[in-house]
Nanobody
Framework: QVQLVESGGGLVQAGGSLRLSCAASGRTFSLLTVGWFRQAPGKEREFVASIGWSGEVTNYAVSVKGRFTISRDNAKNTAYLLMNSLKSEDTALYYC????????????WGQGTQVTVSS
């Protein structure tokens, strides 16, 4: 069992930055793939970025590539999503998830943290 808690969301102006954190409980975090997803009002949940267990392999959605950076600190059981050059279309509820394999088969999800970008 893994529990995930996201934090770091908030209101930011277009062009600004935020760093989201995903804190995990459980001893298996370092073996799991971490993914970030988002869901805007009236839209389906979409993939944002993922990172393999060692941090060496990453993957990004086209819409965020070059602006967002995913990372992890296994010693702290925490993953991060650094979001730069934010746009109004990045406004969404952001979730982290963990799972086995690559790409991840996500089994555990957090409750989400809201990101609102004002134009």
């Amino acid at each position: 069992q893994v529990q995930l808690v996201e934090s770091g969301g908030g209101l930011v102006q277009a062009g600004g930055s935020l760093r989201l954190s995903c804190a995990a409980s459980g001893r298996t975090f370092s073996l799991l793939t971490v993914g970030w997803f988002r869901q805007a009002p009236g839209k389906e949940r979409e993939f944002v970025a993922s990172i393999g267990w060692s941090g060496e392999v990453t993957n990004y959605a086209v819409s965020v590539k070059g602006r967002f950076t995913i990372s992890r600190d296994n010693a702290k059981n925490t993953a991060y999503l650094l979001m730069n050059s934010l746009k109004s279309e990045d406004t969404a509820l952001y979730y982290c998830a963990v799972g086995r394999g690559w790409p991840g088969r996500y089994e555990y999800w957090g409750q989400g943290t809201q990101v609102t970008v004002s134009s």
